[in-house]
C-alpha cells in the first residue's frame, strides 16, 4: 500500500486526503485540527469541506486558485500537523438516552444475544465516550463509536421500514441517533428526546467530527418530560 | 407580498438557487439547479444575479399564475409553454401581467425546464440558500417541493421593453447517445484493467431510478475485485459501483458521504447534459484529463461572469 496521507484530485474543484487506510481513533481529532486551520484560509477559497472516518474530501473554488496551488497548501497544512501533537480533544456532548423496551425495539433481543441482561447492555453501551467520526446519511446523523466488543454486531437482516425519530441504535463498532424517521437496518436499544437537528443554528447539529459524546440514561418520566415521545 | 402562485407543479416542481455551500461537513447536500447551463442562462437573459432563485421543472405539466407585473425567461427543455394559452419561446425571455397564466406541457426531449423572474424569487435563505433539497426538508418554501397554491414572492418590475432571447449556438441539441466525459480517480487504479474497459467500452441506458440524488445507468455489470473501502466524501459526479454492478452517477441532492467504491467523476459541464436525459436515453462515457475538465469548467463560469 502506498504511503499516506495521499492528496488524490478527483474533479476539476475537489481533492481527497486520505490519511490512513484503516479505522482509527486518532482520526477525528486529527482531521477536525486540519479543518480548523483550512478555515482560516481566505474567504470564499474553499467551497466545502467533507470529513468522514480516515478522509477529507476539499472542494475549492477553482474561480479563485488553482489546483496546483490548492495542493501545495494542503501538503503545507498537512506536513505541519502531526498526528501526536493533537492534545485537544473536542468537547463532550451528553444525549439523554430512555432505555427500554417500549423505545428500543432490539433492546431485549439484543441482550439475549450477546448474553447479558437488558441492565448491563445499557451500562455497555453507556458507559463509554464515543467519538464522532463521520456526519451524514440524514441531517443531524453522526457516526459514533467505537462500541465495546461485545456489543459488535451485524446489521439486522432486514432492514425496518421505519426506524422512529430519536432512535439510539448500534450497527457493527458504530452507535448514532436517528434525527429523523426513515428506513433503517440498526438494532435499537433506546430513544434520546434531544433536538439533533436545529436548521436555525449554525451548525446545526449539537457535535462536530472529533467531538466526544456520552450516552446518559434517564427514566420515561425525564424523556416525556423533555419532550420524547412513545 | 405577490408574486408567482402554483396552480399544479406537475411532476415536480422546486425553487433552486445555485445551492447550498459549506455546509457539507454538517453532513448536507449541496442542491442546486441540475442543469447549471440552463439556470445560468435564464438569469444572464433576466440580467439577474448569477444565483438567483428560480423554479426547476421536473417533465413538465405545471402552471403558475403571475399576481405581478414583470419579465420571466424559461431555459431548458421545451415543455410547450404558453401564456395565456398562447405559445411562447423556451430560451427566451416573456414579459407577464397580473392574472397571465404561464403552462407547461411535457417535453418531447430533455427533462428539466427553468424558469426564472425578473429580480428573482425571494425566498428566505436556510444556511444561505433557497436551494430545496427534499429529502433533507431543507430550502424552497418549508422545505418541500413546490404545491399547488404556494405563492412564491417576487417582485414588480418594469417589463423588459423588448424579447431576449439565447442565441441558437448556445441551445443543445438533443443527442441520441449522449457522451459524458470522466475524470479518473477514487478507486479507479483498484478496478482491473478489463472492467475500466469495460465501462468505456459500453453503451449505459438511463434508468428509471433517476433522480436529484442520483441516476442509475443500465448496461454491463462492472465488478470491484477490491476490499469495502472505508465511507467517505462524495464529490459530485462521483461514478459509484454498487454491489450489483450497474453504475450510479450522484448528483446535487446525494448524500455527503458514502461507502461505494467510484470509479472518478463526470465533467461538471456535462452533468448538464445528464440533467437533460430521460429513462431509455443511451449514455456512452470517456476518460478525460482532470485539467482539460478544469480549463473548461473556469471557461464555462467565466462565460457567466460567476465569482463564486
Given at each position: 500500500m502506498s504511503e499516506f496521507p495521499q492528496i488524490n484530485q478527483v474533479n476539476e474543484n475537489s481533492f481527497i486526503i486520505y490519511f490512513t487506510d484503516d479505522f482509527d481513533i486518532q482520526m477525528p481529532a486529527y482531521i477536525a485540527s486540519v479543518i480548523h486551520q483550512i478555515d482560516?484560509?481566505?474567504?470564499?477559497?474553499?467551497t466545502d469541506l467533507t470529513p468522514s472516518y480516515t478522509s477529507l474530501l476539499v472542494t475549492f473554488n477553482v474561480l479563485l486558485i488553482s489546483s496546483d496551488k490548492i495542493r501545495q497548501k494542503l501538503s503545507k497544512v498537512i506536513h505541519n500537523?502531526?498526528?501526536?501533537?493533537?492534545?485537544s480533544r473536542g468537547k463532550l456532548v451528553e444525549i439523554p438516552v430512555y432505555y427500554s423496551p417500549e423505545s428500543g425495539l432490539d433492546l431485549i433481543d439484543t441482550a439475549e444475544l450477546i448474553g447479558v441482561t437488558v441492565d448491563e447492555l445499557v451500562a455497555l453501551h453507556s458507559e463509554p465516550e464515543y467519538l464522532v467520526f463521520a456526519l451524514g446519511?440524514?441531517?443531524?446523523?453522526a457516526f459514533m463509536g467505537i462500541l465495546n466488543n461485545k456489543l459488535i454486531l451485524p446489521r439486522l437482516s432486514t432492514p425496518r421500514t421505519r426506524v422512529p425519530a430519536g432512535s439510539v441504535a448500534i450497527a457493527e463498532k458504530q452507535t448514532a441517533v436517528y434525527p429523523e424517521p426513515t428506513p433503517g437496518g440498526w438494532r435499537l436499544l433506546g430513544k434520546s428526546?434531544?433536538?439533533?437537528?436545529?436548521?436555525?443554528?449554525?451548525?446545526?447539529?449539537p457535535y462536530r467530527i472529533g467531538d466526544r459524546v456520552k450516552f446518559r440514561p434517564i427514566s420515561k418520566q425525564q424523556y416525556l418530560r423533555l419532550g420524547g415521545q412513545l | 407580498m405577490n408574486g408567482v402562485k402554483v396552480i399544479k407543479p406537475g411532476v415536480m416542481a422546486t425553487l433552486q438557487d445555485w445551492g447550498r455551500y459549506g455546509q457539507r461537513e454538517n453532513g448536507l447536500s449541496s442542491g442546486g439547479p441540475m442543469d447549471e447551463h440552463a439556470f445560468l442562462w435564464v438569469n444572464r437573459l433576466l440580467e439577474n444575479p448569477p444565483n438567483s432563485c428560480m423554479i426547476e421543472i421536473t417533465i413538465g405539466l405545471a402552471a403558475f399564475e403571475s399576481q405581478v407585473n414583470t419579465t420571466i425567461a424559461v431555459c431548458g427543455a421545451d415543455m410547450g409553454l404558453t401564456i395565456n394559452n398562447k405559445p411562447a419561446a423556451c430560451w427566451s425571455t416573456h414579459a407577464v401581467k397580473v392574472g397571465d397564466k404561464i403552462q407547461f406541457s411535457s417535453a418531447r426531449q430533455g427533462l428539466r425546464s427553468y424558469m426564472g423572474i425578473a429580480g428573482g424569487f425571494q425566498v428566505k435563505p436556510v444556511f444561505a440558500s433557497s436551494a430545496t433539497v427534499v429529502r433533507e426538508h431543507l430550502g424552497g418554501l418549508n422545505g418541500e417541493a413546490l404545491q399547488h397554491n404556494d405563492v412564491i414572492n417576487a417582485e414588480s418590475t418594469k417589463p423588459l421593453s423588448f424579447q431576449r432571447r439565447v442565441p441558437f449556438q448556445f441551445i443543445p441539441a438533443h443527442q441520441k447517445t449522449t457522451t459524458l466525459r470522466f475524470i479518473p480517480g477514487y478507486q479507479s487504479d483498484l478496478f482491473e484493467a478489463s472492467q475500466r474497459d469495460l465501462f468505456v467500452n459500453t453503451i449505459y441506458t438511463v434508468s428509471k431510478r433517476l433522480d436529484r440524488m442520483g441516476c442509475q445507468v443500465q448496461g454491463e455489470k462492472i465488478h470491484f475485485q477490491g476490499a469495502g473501502i472505508i465511507s467517505e466524501g462524495i464529490a459530485l459526479g462521483s461514478i459509484q459501483i454498487p454491489p450489483d454492478g450497474q453504475p450510479i452517477i450522484l448528483l446535487k441532492?446525494?448524500?455527503?458521504?458514502?461507502g461505494y467504491p467510484k470509479l472518478g467523476c463526470i465533467a461538471r459541464i456535462d452533468l448538464n447534459k445528464l440533467a437533460q436525459c430521460r429513462p431509455g436515453d443511451q449514455i456512452k462515457f470517456r476518460a478525460i484529463d482532470q485539467a482539460i475538465a478544469c480549463d473548461e469548467l473556469i471557461e464555462f463560469y467565466d462565460f457567466f461572469k460567476l465569482s463564486f
Open positions: 482560516t484560509w481566505p474567504v470564499n477559497m474553499i500537523t502531526a498526528c501526536k501533537d493533537i492534545k446519511f440524514m441531517p443531524g446523523f428526546p434531544a433536538k439533533l437537528f436545529d436548521q436555525a443554528k449554525n451548525p446545526p447539529q | 441532492d446525494s448524500g455527503s458521504i458514502g
